[in-house]
């Protein structure tokens, strides 16, 4: 069964077509990273999936169900662009009326419970309007996690938080992740993304250009062999005799080769050139790579 | 893999909508500053008036002279007795007087419904409601106590200002039990007027803007009514019209907002 289920999705804002055709599935359980260029659709998607925007054509399913279904919709949380808080009320307030929203039994209880999790237990009585960015970032996610949803739509939950609100956050999607609830997690973010995502789907103007699990990503993205010397411009032209293929990093510190069968044969060959190796290791691209290789059109592997 | 999910019913879904939005209504000082004006505007309007009675002003080019009338009776500020000379009249008494709370619900209703929609509080709220019946229900009540509120303020503070002012209690034309049932057609109304400003609210949205000149505009068609289906010496059939009015407006205007939010979008 997949927690979500879209087909030949379209939406249309008068003449601009946002999403165009977009097909995705979200396994249940799954952590699905939603990743793609600024207007290339990712909100809409969300937003439709939420049943706050209405779509053109095509399909949306949750779990199995129409996506309008009251008892699966009422078992979702969201946070989509900021965090929908009573600017004058507390952050306690805020979230017992979320609380009251989603008809939890022990509201108290599990108010205080979210506000461990996002580190804000100090915080519960201070006026939302007077938090900081993090702040309110941690109080939409906290308001998200209420009622332990089945399934969590997240767009940039991110944004604004320092590292340890990231470790925090990661940790607390991990955790839910465990327990069977899927989450949908869109963000500029890739490398914390990577660290958590169990599933990718890549969109660009409207269009779902790759889906694949993290396995799929792991064997997408070639290793190399990188290598410092003191001249890299001389190191390069050497390299490209045996090598075919030889590129420099985006810092300009290390040069890259790809089709290399070990790290010790790229150092006896530089070696018997008259070339000092500085550093040299093994590493392999990752998803942001990756997914700027595909935004450039460049062949990956 | 099969997930369950606990059956949400209309039962669940209407306590917990009105729960968030009593809640709301009682923890933001909308409410109280609302019902604090209300209580506050008669005992202003009495005292005022009362001040500037029999004050002569006049013209420096005509020289033609007016004398200011103040309010003679308490009651005044409530209701005139229908078929009364006040009835059709447009001096302070018929602008000045408890009706005029109709307009101050609309600025409660347009506040407290488009700050869903402002603070972004409706991508929750709508997240998880799929069906908007309970959500125009819940704010129709809400918005209804609201109201009904206000005007139980402005009847205890004309009772205040009538008392500050010196002014007279005696009933003329009508008893207590037509000023009980004056009030409580009143109160009813508010059913009327709350549905009306809900579906502005919600057409608007955000733009709160908006809702107020809607619920103005259709205030203002709808104020002179208000005196002539709830005069002082209103009866039972008043208070009945009251309730069918409120209720067949409530259930209309109703599906009219359910409408609105089930097509637009909501964020």
């Given at each position: 069964m997949?927690?979500?289920?879209?087909r030949n999705l379209c939406k249309n804002f008068g003449e601009k077509q946002a999403v165009a055709g977009l097909d995705m599935t979200v396994p249940v359980g799954s952590i699905y990273g939603f990743i793609g260029e600024n207007g290339s659709g990712?909100?809409?998607?969300?937003?439709?999936?939420?049943?706050?925007?209405?779509?053109?054509?095509g399909s949306v399913k949750l779990y199995d169900r129409d996506y309008k279904?009251?008892?699966?919709?009422?078992?979702?949380?969201?946070?989509?662009?900021?965090?929908?808080?009573f600017p004058g009320l507390s952050v306690w307030n805020n979230l017992m009326i979320q609380a009251t929203n989603l008809s939890i039994e022990n509201k108290e209880a599990a108010v205080r419970e979210v506000l461990i999790k996002v580190r804000m237990e100090g915080a519960a009585g201070n006026k939302y309007k007077n938090c900081s960015l993090g702040m309110k970032q941690r109080i939409g996610i906290a308001m998200a996690l209420l009622g332990n949803p089945k399934l969590l739509v997240l767009d940039e939950p991110i944004n604004g938080l320092d590292a340890d609100g990231m470790r925090i956050m990661r940790e607390i999607l991990t955790d839910i992740a465990k327990s069977g609830s899927t989450i949908l997690i869109s963000s500029h973010i890739l490398g914390e993304l990577e660290k958590i995502a169990?599933?990718?789907?890549?969109i660009r103007n409207g269009k779902m250009i790759v889906e694949m699990t993290a396995e799929e990503l792991e064997k997408n993205c070639p290793t190399f062999v990188a290598i410092q010397t003191k001249d890299n411009i001389k190191t390069r032209e050497i390299l490209q005799k045996k090598y075919s293929k030889v590129l420099e990093d985006e810092q300009k510190e290390y040069l890259r080769i790809y089709d290399a069968e070990s790290p010790e044969e790229i150092v006896k060959y530089l070696y018997d050139n008259n070339i000092i190796v500085n550093e040299v290791k093994t590493d392999k691209i990752g998803l942001e790579e990756y997914y700027i290789n595909l935004m450039a059109n460049k062949e990956v592997k | 893999m099969s997930v369950n999910f606990e059956k949400n019913t209309f039962k669940k879904r209407i306590k917990s909508m009105l729960g968030v939005d009593i809640r709301r209504m009682f923890t933001s000082p909308l409410f109280y500053i609302m019902v604090g004006v209300s209580l506050v505007i008669p005992i202003l309007i009495l005292v005022m008036t009362k001040m500037m009675d029999g004050t002569v002003s006049v013209d420096p080019q005509t020289g033609k002279e007016t004398v200011m009338e103040g309010f003679k009776n308490v009651w005044q500020i409530i209701g005139a007795v229908s078929g009364g000379k006040q009835g059709m009249s447009m001096d302070i008494t018929s602008m000045c007087n408890i009706n005029m709370m109709f307009f101050l619900i609309s600025i409660f209703v347009c506040l407290f419904v488009g700050d869903d929609f402002r603070s972004g509080y409706a991508k929750n709220l709508f997240t998880v409601r799929s069906k908007k019946d309970d959500y125009v229900i819940s704010k129709t009540v809400t918005c209804f106590i609201a109201g009904a509120s206000m005007i139980i303020a402005f009847f205890i503070g004309s009772m205040i200002g009538g008392a500050i002012a010196g002014l007279p209690f005696a009933l003329e034309g009508a008893n207590v039990y037509n000023v009980i049932m004056c009030i409580i057609s009143k109160v009813l109304l508010v059913g009327i007027f709350s549905s009306i400003y809900?579906?502005?609210?919600?057409?608007?949205?955000?733009?709160?803007?908006?809702?107020?000149?809607?619920?103005?505009?259709?205030?203002?068609?709808?104020?002179?009514?208000?005196?002539?289906?709830?005069?002082?010496?209103?009866?039972?059939?008043?208070?009945?019209?009251?309730?069918?009015?409120?209720?067949?407006?409530?259930?209309?205007?109703g599906f009219g907002s359910k409408a609105i939010l089930d097509k637009s979008s909501l964020v």
């Open positions: 997949n927690a979500i289920e879209i990712k909100s809409t998607t969300e937003k439709i999936i939420c049943g706050l925007i209405h779509y053109t054509s279904d009251p008892d699966v919709r009422s078992s979702m949380g969201v946070l989509i662009e900021a965090p929908g808080c169990t599933h990718y789907g890549i | 809900l579906l502005a609210s919600v057409f608007a949205k955000q733009r709160l803007w908006l809702s107020l000149i809607i619920a103005f505009g259709v205030g203002m068609l709808m104020f002179m009514m208000i005196p002539i289906i709830t005069p002082l010496n209103s009866t039972i059939i008043n208070v009945l019209l009251c309730l069918l009015g409120s209720a067949l407006f409530s259930f209309g205007i």
